[in-house]
């Protein structure tokens, strides 16, 4: 079940943010929003999500960033992570699963059921 089961979207456009927010709740999780990594980071380490996906390029701190800090915490060296971009980047892909997530998506080439399933498969939830 999805219920209880808490995630993170770390989005710096808005309409995206609330988009992906409002499908995950409608499919029974409690999702919470933030528009920059230093938000994400300080919404991951006290709320402690079962999942975050994470935007690379975003004001204040980019993805990368907040996921290295995030690492670094004892909590947050275990969290899973799913990465949104609009990059093809090979490089800085292979960056963040160096880090240890579990993901990524590109923006232009996932819908919102696809995400929902993404994190399902990551939180072991049968669809």
Do not use: C
């Not at 690379?56 to 670094?72: A, H, Q, S, W």
């Not at 880090?99 to 993404?118: A, F, I, M, P, R």
């Amino acid at each position: 079940m999805s219920e209880n089961k808490k995630i993170l979207v770390v989005e710096d456009d808005s309409v995206l943010r609330n988009t992906i927010i409002d499908k995950l709740t409608s499919e029974g999780f409690e999702a919470l929003g933030a528009k920059n990594g230093q938000e994400g980071l300080d919404l991951a380490l006290q709320a402690h999500p079962d999942l975050i996906l994470v935007d690379i390029l975003m004001p204040v701190m980019d993805g990368m960033e907040m996921t290295t800090k995030l690492r670094e915490d004892e909590w947050g060296k275990d969290a899973n992570i799913i990465v949104l971009t609009n990059l093809n980047d090979e490089k800085r892909i292979a960056d963040f699963l160096e880090q240890g997530t579990y993901d990524y998506l590109v923006k232009s080439n996932w819908s919102l059921d696809e995400v929902v399933k993404k994190v399902k498969e990551k939180l072991n939830i049968n669809t």
